[in-house]
């Protein structure tokens, strides 16, 4: 009887010890089990990208097809950096550069080697039904328009304007309505940084808030209306495109790659008097351009199937190279010298220093 309790103890032991010995290499994680496939969440931008690339890497390899899911940049790096293990996502997709405090916080949860890989450019957009006013709208203008609180006396006030003509002489006699991603979106981050941001600065009050108080500039540049004018419109920007076609009168906003494959039904307004083109927004001329990332968990590379093919394959030439398969779904691809300095960096798995912000 003793022996038979101290054998049942010692299995008792080893099973334990092993499920401890997998956890701790990535395949267990909250009581599931290992994975079979890649998971890749994020963007909604890079999310056409990174299913395409899926649908390549299952096809030429035969393995399971990257489960890819659009929760927005801020979602998709929260669960990315939420812990390590088969329960969290193996790459976070970005339309922005991952934050210093979301750094911060992958580090406390474990993931504490990151490699980000940027796969191309996108350029934010603001478009409208084909049959509608054509736009040629300022940064500040745009600002204007749609800020929350806009400078008036000494102090600020709720913004009231109604019109886009009444925000500037010029531009459409049409209410202002705007059709955009929300807060967990990094398209949003774009733009509030690209186009509220930059405008506000033009702004001579605003200029001087900034001077005095920066955190206070940023927070009333990046507030947006909450009285109609702007409407999240959640993460899917192909229902905006849809939005847009019913609601003639209304500006949608998100990212060039669905301009480019909806231009039968939509068009882009100019910023500045720049048009969104793959070549004023891969030379920076267009205003609201930005890039567009993938980070990789180094640990869980060897451990994941078909992680590393994965990931090499987002980079390869076939894909996010000029001519690429990546290029017909709208994704501006890199200059030469820097994509084959990714390459490089998707080879040797280098991890990324800390952001400076």
């Known amino acids: 009887m003793r022996l038979t309790l101290l054998l049942t103890a010692a299995a ?3 099973t334990a010890c092993g499920q401890q010995q997998t956890a701790q290499k990535g395949q267990v994680s909250g009581g599931g089990g290992a994975r079979t496939q890649v998971w890749a969440a994020g963007s909604s931008t890079v999310f056409p990208f990174a299913t395409r690339v899926a649908e390549t890497v299952a096809r030429t390899t035969g393995g399971s097809a990257a489960k890819v899911e659009s929760l927005g940049t801020g979602g ?8 390590t293990g088969a329960g969290y996502p193996d790459i976070a997709t970005a339309s922005r550069a991952m934050k210093k405090s979301e750094f911060e916080a ?3 949860n474990g ?9 191309g450019f996108d350029g934010i957009v603001l478009a409208n039904a084909k049959a509608s006013p054509t736009f040629d709208i300022s940064r500040e203008q745009i600002y204007r328009a749609l800020a929350a609180e806009v400078p008036q006396g000494s102090g600020f006030a709720p913004n009231t304007a109604a019109t886009w003509s009444a925000v500037a002489p010029g531009l459409p006699n049409t209410r202002i309505l705007a059709y955009g991603p929300p807060p967990t979106s990094g398209t949003r981050d774009a733009f509030v940084e690209l186009a509220m941001e930059k405008g506000a600065e ?3 009050a ?11 500039f940023k927070a009333k540049a990046h507030t947006l209306r909450r009285d109609g004018a702007w409407v999240d419109s959640g993460e899917n920007d192909n229902a905006i495109v849809q939005t847009l076609e019913k609601t003639p009168n209304a500006v949608g906003v998100f990212g060039y790659s669905f301009l480019e494959n909806n231009m039968d039904k939509v068009k882009a307004a100019a910023v500045e008097g720049v048009a969104p083109t793959f070549e004023t927004i891969s030379s920076g001329q267009y205003p609201l351009s930005r ?8 640990a869980n590379v060897g451990v994941t199937p078909g992680l590393r ?10 894909a996010a190279g000029k001519g690429g398969y990546l290029q017909q779904r709208g994704l501006i691809s890199l200059p030469a010298a820097e994509h084959d300095q990714v390459k490089a960096a998707a080879q040797a798995l280098t991890p990324m220093a800390a952001p400076a912000k």
Do not use: H, P, R, W
């Open 111 to 119: 993931v504490t080697e990151i490699v980000e890989l940027k796969i």
């Open 76 to 83: 998709g790096i929260k669960l990315f950096c939420s812990g």
């Open 206 to 216: 605003m200029a001087a808030l900034k001077k005095s108080n920066e955190d206070e």
């Open 309 to 318: 093919e994965y990931v090499n394959a987002f980079v390869s030439d076939a």
């Open 106 to 108: 992958c580090q406390a």
């Open 291 to 298: 890039s567009l990332y993938i980070y990789v968990k180094k």
């Open 12 to 14: 008792v032991a080893l």
């Open 202 to 204: 033009k702004v001579e």
